[in-house]
Protein backbone atom coordinates (compact mmCIF):
# COMPACT_ATOMS: atom_id res chain seq x y z
CA UNK A 1 0.00 0.00 0.00
CA UNK A 2 1.17 3.44 -0.97
CA UNK A 3 -0.01 6.45 0.96
CA UNK A 4 -0.17 9.32 -1.57
CA UNK A 5 -0.31 12.63 0.16
CA UNK A 6 -2.21 15.10 -2.57
CA UNK A 7 -1.77 19.15 -2.21
CA UNK A 8 -4.99 20.79 -2.98
CA UNK A 9 -2.37 24.00 -4.47
CA UNK A 10 -3.97 27.55 -4.98
CA UNK A 11 -7.57 27.27 -3.72
CA UNK A 12 -8.23 30.28 -5.83
CA UNK A 13 -7.41 28.45 -9.10
CA UNK A 14 -8.19 24.68 -9.90
CA UNK A 15 -6.42 22.46 -7.75
CA UNK A 16 -9.26 20.49 -5.16
CA UNK A 17 -11.53 20.90 -8.48
CA UNK A 18 -9.36 18.21 -10.79
CA UNK A 19 -8.87 16.81 -7.16
CA UNK A 20 -12.24 15.93 -7.21
CA UNK A 21 -12.62 15.28 -10.59
CA UNK A 22 -9.72 12.72 -10.45
CA UNK A 23 -11.81 10.97 -7.47
CA UNK A 24 -15.45 10.60 -8.87
CA UNK A 25 -13.59 9.59 -12.84
CA UNK A 26 -11.38 7.24 -11.75
CA UNK A 27 -13.85 5.68 -10.11
CA UNK A 28 -16.94 6.34 -12.78
CA UNK A 29 -15.28 6.26 -15.82
CA UNK A 30 -13.82 3.83 -19.07
CA UNK A 31 -10.98 6.20 -19.86
CA UNK A 32 -7.52 3.93 -18.87
CA UNK A 33 -5.86 5.94 -17.00
CA UNK A 34 -8.61 6.61 -14.74
CA UNK A 35 -9.73 2.85 -14.94
CA UNK A 36 -6.35 2.22 -13.63
CA UNK A 37 -6.08 4.43 -10.88
CA UNK A 38 -9.66 3.20 -9.68
CA UNK A 39 -8.67 -0.79 -9.54
CA UNK A 40 -5.81 0.68 -7.56
CA UNK A 41 -7.63 2.76 -5.31
CA UNK A 42 -10.30 -0.22 -5.06
CA UNK A 43 -7.43 -2.55 -3.97
CA UNK A 44 -6.27 -0.51 -1.23
CA UNK A 45 -2.48 0.01 -3.22
CA UNK A 46 -2.91 3.79 -3.20
CA UNK A 47 -4.65 5.52 -0.34
CA UNK A 48 -5.01 9.13 -1.26
CA UNK A 49 -4.53 11.69 1.60
CA UNK A 50 -5.75 14.93 0.05
CA UNK A 51 -5.09 17.97 1.97
CA UNK A 52 -6.37 21.31 1.77
CA UNK A 53 -9.57 23.45 2.76
CA UNK A 54 -12.63 21.40 3.69
CA UNK A 55 -14.97 24.18 3.04
CA UNK A 56 -13.64 24.71 -0.64
CA UNK A 57 -14.30 20.95 -1.20
CA UNK A 58 -17.89 20.92 0.91
CA UNK A 59 -19.09 24.05 -1.34
CA UNK A 60 -17.86 22.86 -4.98
CA UNK A 61 -19.25 18.94 -4.11
CA UNK A 62 -22.89 21.17 -3.32
CA UNK A 63 -22.72 23.39 -5.93
CA UNK A 64 -21.67 21.03 -8.67
CA UNK A 65 -23.77 17.75 -7.04
CA UNK A 66 -20.95 16.03 -7.50
CA UNK A 67 -20.72 11.58 -6.34
CA UNK A 68 -18.83 12.25 -3.54
CA UNK A 69 -20.35 11.78 0.78
CA UNK A 70 -17.14 13.40 2.93
CA UNK A 71 -17.32 11.56 6.58
CA UNK A 72 -16.40 13.61 9.57
CA UNK A 73 -15.90 11.61 12.55
CA UNK A 74 -13.76 14.33 14.33
CA UNK A 75 -11.37 17.12 13.22
CA UNK A 76 -8.82 15.19 12.50
CA UNK A 77 -10.94 12.40 10.85
CA UNK A 78 -12.35 12.95 7.80
CA UNK A 79 -12.94 10.45 4.71
CA UNK A 80 -14.20 11.49 0.98
CA UNK A 81 -16.04 8.39 -0.08
CA UNK A 82 -17.54 7.95 -3.41
CA UNK A 83 -21.40 6.92 -3.83
CA UNK A 84 -20.65 5.31 -6.89
CA UNK A 85 -18.02 2.49 -5.40
CA UNK A 86 -18.41 2.07 -2.20
CA UNK A 87 -14.48 0.67 -1.43
CA UNK A 88 -13.43 4.09 -2.54
CA UNK A 89 -12.37 6.41 -0.01
CA UNK A 90 -9.60 9.23 0.16
CA UNK A 91 -8.62 10.58 3.52
CA UNK A 92 -9.07 14.41 4.14
CA UNK A 93 -6.90 16.44 5.91
CA UNK A 94 -8.04 20.01 6.60
CA UNK A 95 -6.04 23.00 6.36
CA UNK A 96 -8.63 25.84 6.68
CA UNK A 97 -8.59 29.03 4.95
CA UNK A 98 -8.33 32.30 7.27
CA UNK A 99 -12.74 32.78 7.44
CA UNK A 100 -11.91 36.56 7.80
CA UNK A 101 -10.35 36.94 4.75
CA UNK A 102 -10.73 37.63 1.19
CA UNK A 103 -11.36 35.35 -1.45
CA UNK A 104 -12.46 34.96 -5.28
CA UNK A 105 -11.69 32.68 -8.44
CA UNK A 106 -9.11 33.68 -10.26
CA UNK A 107 -6.80 35.92 -8.80
CA UNK A 108 -3.80 36.51 -6.67
CA UNK A 109 -5.44 36.58 -3.43
CA UNK A 110 -2.50 36.51 -0.30
CA UNK A 111 -5.03 34.40 1.52
CA UNK A 112 -4.82 31.85 -1.23
CA UNK A 113 -1.20 32.15 -1.30
CA UNK A 114 -0.94 31.45 2.68
CA UNK A 115 -3.46 28.59 2.76
CA UNK A 116 -1.35 26.82 0.12
CA UNK A 117 1.91 27.26 1.76
CA UNK A 118 0.34 26.02 4.50
CA UNK A 119 -0.40 22.42 2.86
CA UNK A 120 2.87 22.13 1.73
CA UNK A 121 3.81 22.50 5.14
CA UNK A 122 1.58 19.92 6.50
CA UNK A 123 2.66 17.47 3.91
CA UNK A 124 6.81 17.86 4.68
CA UNK A 125 5.59 16.98 8.69
CA UNK A 126 3.68 13.67 7.28
CA UNK A 127 7.00 12.88 4.68
CA UNK A 128 9.52 13.56 7.43
CA UNK A 129 7.12 11.14 9.70
CA UNK A 130 6.60 8.58 7.55
CA UNK A 131 2.83 9.26 7.45
CA UNK A 132 3.29 9.34 3.90
CA UNK A 133 5.63 7.37 0.94
CA UNK A 134 4.98 9.86 -2.01
CA UNK A 135 3.60 13.37 -2.16
CA UNK A 136 1.61 14.93 -5.60
CA UNK A 137 1.27 18.43 -5.77
CA UNK A 138 -1.26 20.86 -7.54
CA UNK A 139 -0.74 24.04 -9.14
CA UNK A 140 0.12 27.01 -6.92
CA UNK A 141 0.94 30.87 -7.63
CA UNK A 142 4.17 31.52 -6.82
CA UNK A 143 3.74 35.28 -6.30
CA UNK A 144 0.63 34.72 -3.54
CA UNK A 145 2.94 32.04 -1.67
CA UNK A 146 5.88 34.70 -2.25
CA UNK A 147 3.39 37.43 -0.52
CA UNK A 148 3.84 35.03 2.77
CA UNK A 149 7.32 33.40 2.03
CA UNK A 150 10.15 35.55 0.50
CA UNK A 151 11.75 33.73 -1.99
CA UNK A 152 9.46 30.90 -2.75
CA UNK A 153 10.13 29.78 -6.61
CA UNK A 154 8.28 26.59 -6.46
CA UNK A 155 7.73 23.56 -5.53
CA UNK A 156 11.33 21.49 -6.49
CA UNK A 157 12.96 23.95 -4.50
CA UNK A 158 10.57 24.15 -1.65
CA UNK A 159 10.87 20.44 -1.05
CA UNK A 160 14.87 20.30 -1.66
CA UNK A 161 15.41 22.87 0.83
CA UNK A 162 13.56 21.31 3.53
CA UNK A 163 14.49 18.38 2.94
CA UNK A 164 18.49 20.13 2.84
CA UNK A 165 18.91 18.25 -0.97
CA UNK A 166 21.30 19.87 -3.36
CA UNK A 167 21.67 16.57 -5.78
CA UNK A 168 17.60 16.75 -7.54
CA UNK A 169 16.99 17.27 -10.69
CA UNK A 170 13.51 18.98 -12.00
CA UNK A 171 12.17 16.19 -14.40
CA UNK A 172 8.83 15.52 -16.85
CA UNK A 173 7.57 12.52 -17.91
CA UNK A 174 5.34 11.66 -21.25
CA UNK A 175 4.44 9.23 -23.77
CA UNK A 176 6.16 11.39 -26.37
CA UNK A 177 9.75 11.69 -24.54
CA UNK A 178 10.96 12.15 -20.83
CA UNK A 179 13.22 15.12 -19.99
CA UNK A 180 15.64 16.41 -17.43
CA UNK A 181 16.07 19.86 -16.81
CA UNK A 182 19.56 20.51 -16.20
CA UNK A 183 18.49 23.93 -14.47
CA UNK A 184 14.69 25.20 -13.32
CA UNK A 185 13.20 28.60 -12.49
CA UNK A 186 16.02 30.74 -12.78
CA UNK A 187 16.54 33.58 -15.30
CA UNK A 188 17.69 32.67 -18.69
CA UNK A 189 21.12 35.15 -18.47
CA UNK A 190 21.99 32.86 -15.55
CA UNK A 191 21.62 29.51 -17.32
CA UNK A 192 25.39 29.35 -18.60
CA UNK A 193 26.63 29.77 -14.70
CA UNK A 194 24.74 26.63 -13.74
CA UNK A 195 26.40 24.43 -17.03
CA UNK A 196 29.33 22.73 -14.72
CA UNK A 197 30.42 19.40 -14.69
CA UNK A 198 28.79 18.51 -10.96
CA UNK A 199 25.49 19.30 -12.58
CA UNK A 200 25.65 17.86 -15.60
CA UNK A 201 26.76 14.45 -14.15
CA UNK A 202 23.44 15.05 -11.73
CA UNK A 203 21.35 15.61 -14.88
CA UNK A 204 22.69 12.73 -16.77
CA UNK A 205 22.40 10.22 -13.43
CA UNK A 206 18.71 11.43 -13.03
CA UNK A 207 18.30 10.86 -16.37
CA UNK A 208 19.72 7.14 -16.44
CA UNK A 209 17.13 6.19 -13.73
CA UNK A 210 13.69 7.36 -15.58
CA UNK A 211 15.29 4.96 -18.69
CA UNK A 212 15.83 2.63 -16.06
CA UNK A 213 12.01 3.32 -14.77
CA UNK A 214 10.63 3.40 -18.20
CA UNK A 215 12.28 0.55 -19.60
CA UNK A 216 14.04 2.97 -22.52
CA UNK A 217 15.97 1.42 -24.65
CA UNK A 218 17.73 4.27 -26.61
CA UNK A 219 20.09 6.54 -25.37
CA UNK A 220 20.23 10.18 -23.86
CA UNK A 221 20.09 13.25 -25.83
CA UNK A 222 21.69 15.74 -24.35
CA UNK A 223 20.52 19.23 -25.59
CA UNK A 224 23.28 21.94 -26.34
CA UNK A 225 22.87 25.01 -24.76
CA UNK A 226 23.84 27.91 -27.55
CA UNK A 227 22.32 27.45 -31.31
CA UNK A 228 24.43 24.64 -33.60
CA UNK A 229 25.23 23.80 -30.31
CA UNK A 230 27.81 26.34 -29.90
CA UNK A 231 29.44 25.10 -33.32
CA UNK A 232 32.51 24.53 -32.22
CA UNK A 233 33.34 27.39 -29.77
CA UNK A 234 32.15 29.56 -32.04
CA UNK A 235 29.05 30.68 -30.41
CA UNK A 236 30.16 30.07 -26.29
CA UNK A 237 32.25 27.56 -24.22
CA UNK A 238 29.40 25.87 -22.50
CA UNK A 239 28.58 23.57 -24.89
CA UNK A 240 33.10 22.06 -25.31
CA UNK A 241 32.23 21.50 -21.43
CA UNK A 242 29.48 19.78 -21.99
CA UNK A 243 31.01 17.67 -24.71
CA UNK A 244 33.99 17.45 -22.36
CA UNK A 245 31.65 16.01 -19.62
CA UNK A 246 29.80 13.69 -22.09
CA UNK A 247 32.53 12.04 -23.12
CA UNK A 248 34.06 11.18 -19.68
CA UNK A 249 30.22 9.80 -18.92
CA UNK A 250 30.63 7.64 -21.84
CA UNK A 251 33.91 6.27 -21.55
CA UNK A 252 32.16 5.20 -18.16
CA UNK A 253 29.44 3.27 -20.24
CA UNK A 254 26.61 6.14 -19.88
CA UNK A 255 24.88 5.82 -23.28
CA UNK A 256 24.48 9.49 -23.43
CA UNK A 257 24.91 11.54 -26.84
CA UNK A 258 25.45 15.16 -26.94
CA UNK A 259 25.82 17.82 -27.32
CA UNK A 260 23.05 18.28 -30.16
CA UNK A 261 22.11 21.34 -31.66
CA UNK A 262 18.39 21.22 -30.13
CA UNK A 263 16.53 23.04 -33.35
CA UNK A 264 17.32 19.82 -34.96
CA UNK A 265 17.47 17.45 -32.31
CA UNK A 266 14.14 17.11 -31.31
CA UNK A 267 12.97 16.48 -34.63
CA UNK A 268 15.21 12.90 -33.78
CA UNK A 269 13.24 13.01 -30.74
CA UNK A 270 9.73 13.03 -32.45
CA UNK A 271 10.66 10.56 -34.89
CA UNK A 272 11.48 8.37 -32.33
CA UNK A 273 15.53 8.16 -31.47
CA UNK A 274 15.69 9.52 -28.49
CA UNK A 275 13.25 9.02 -25.46
CA UNK A 276 14.90 10.71 -23.03
CA UNK A 277 16.25 14.53 -23.33
CA UNK A 278 18.30 16.62 -21.19
CA UNK A 279 17.51 20.26 -21.84
CA UNK A 280 19.61 23.02 -20.39
CA UNK A 281 17.28 25.72 -19.51
CA UNK A 282 13.34 25.10 -18.87
CA UNK A 283 11.62 26.18 -21.77
CA UNK A 284 13.86 24.42 -24.28
CA UNK A 285 12.70 21.19 -23.20
CA UNK A 286 9.25 22.31 -22.10
CA UNK A 287 7.87 23.84 -25.16
CA UNK A 288 7.98 20.69 -27.39
CA UNK A 289 7.64 18.93 -24.42
CA UNK A 290 4.20 20.50 -23.71
CA UNK A 291 3.02 21.19 -27.12
CA UNK A 292 2.95 17.40 -27.50
CA UNK A 293 1.74 16.13 -24.50
CA UNK A 294 -0.91 18.77 -24.20
CA UNK A 295 -1.42 18.64 -20.80
CA UNK A 296 -0.73 14.86 -19.94
CA UNK A 297 2.82 15.43 -18.88
CA UNK A 298 3.75 14.55 -15.30
CA UNK A 299 6.44 16.99 -13.16
CA UNK A 300 8.97 14.94 -10.94
CA UNK A 301 11.36 15.69 -8.91
CA UNK A 302 14.10 12.92 -8.96
CA UNK A 303 16.93 12.93 -5.99
CA UNK A 304 14.20 13.88 -3.10
CA UNK A 305 14.07 11.40 0.00
CA UNK A 306 10.82 10.63 -1.52
CA UNK A 307 8.56 10.65 -5.02
CA UNK A 308 7.34 14.01 -5.74
CA UNK A 309 5.12 14.09 -9.03
CA UNK A 310 2.74 17.15 -10.22
CA UNK A 311 0.54 18.36 -12.72
CA UNK A 312 2.68 19.55 -15.73
CA UNK A 313 -0.07 23.35 -15.73
CA UNK A 314 -0.85 26.05 -13.77
CA UNK A 315 -3.53 27.51 -11.46
CA UNK A 316 -5.47 28.29 -14.61
CA UNK A 317 -7.60 31.05 -13.04
CA UNK A 318 -9.31 32.07 -16.07
CA UNK A 319 -11.57 28.63 -15.72
CA UNK A 320 -11.19 28.41 -12.00
CA UNK A 321 -14.74 27.77 -9.83
CA UNK A 322 -16.39 26.49 -13.33
CA UNK A 323 -15.60 23.36 -12.93
CA UNK A 324 -14.34 22.74 -16.46
CA UNK A 325 -10.20 22.00 -16.17
CA UNK A 326 -9.24 18.67 -17.32
CA UNK A 327 -7.58 16.26 -14.64
CA UNK A 328 -5.93 13.98 -16.71
CA UNK A 329 -2.54 15.32 -16.04
CA UNK A 330 -3.03 14.90 -11.90
CA UNK A 331 -4.17 11.20 -12.99
CA UNK A 332 -1.16 10.35 -14.41
CA UNK A 333 0.78 12.39 -11.30
CA UNK A 334 -1.00 10.01 -8.70
CA UNK A 335 -0.37 6.78 -10.68
CA UNK A 336 3.66 7.60 -11.89
CA UNK A 337 4.40 8.63 -7.91
CA UNK A 338 3.11 5.18 -7.16
CA UNK A 339 5.21 3.24 -9.66
CA UNK A 340 8.01 5.49 -8.67
CA UNK A 341 7.83 5.47 -4.85
Do not use: W
Not at 107 to 125: F, H, Q, R, T
Not at 266 to 287: A, E, M, P, R, W
Request: glycine share 8%; hydrophobic share 45%.
Amino acid sequence: MKRIFITSGDPSGIGPEIILKLFTAAVNSGESTAAALSELLQKREIVLLIAGPLHFYELLIKKFNLPVKILKRNSNNIKILSKVVPRVEAEFIDVPYHKSADFSYGAVIPASGENALAVLEKSVNYLKLDLADAVVTAPVNKEAIAIKKKGFIGHTEFYASNFAVDDFSMCFLSSFFNLVLLTTHIPVAEVHSYITAANIKKAVKHACCIKEKEQDPLPIAFMGLNPHAGENGMFGTCDGLIGQTLKELQQQGMPVQGPLPADSAFQKVYQGQFNTVISCYHDQGLIPLKMLAKGGSVNITLGLPFIRTSVDHGTAYDIAGTFQAGYGSLVNAVIKAYHYS
